[in-house]
């Protein structure tokens, strides 16, 4: 699965669980919150004001 910044956070952790600690790294402590995984990558990082092309790599990559 290749990801962009609209992913939404729920479909990253289920095609890439291993996503899960690169998010808790960005200080996105809320992984179980429905709303924070109803939320797209780029409205998480910009709430955590976080580069969203930087985690989008980063995911991308695993």
């Known amino acids: 699965?290749?990801?962009t910044k609209q992913?939404?956070?729920?479909?990253?952790?289920t095609a890439k669980p291993e996503?899960?600690?690169i998010l808790l790294a960005m200080g996105m402590h809320c992984l179980g919150c429905?709303?924070?995984?109803g939320e797209t990558l780029e409205?998480?990082?910009e709430?955590?004001?976080v580069n969203a092309d930087?985690?989008?790599a980063k995911i991308n990559a695993l």
Not at 7 to 13: A, M, S
């Open 7 to 13: 992913t939404v956070i729920g479909d990253i952790l």
């Open 34 to 37: 429905p709303s924070a995984r």
């Open 19 to 21: 996503a899960a600690e």
């Open 47 to 49: 709430v955590h004001g």
């Open 54 to 56: 930087e985690i989008v």
């Open 1 to 3: 699965m290749e990801l």
């Open 43 to 45: 409205q998480a990082c």
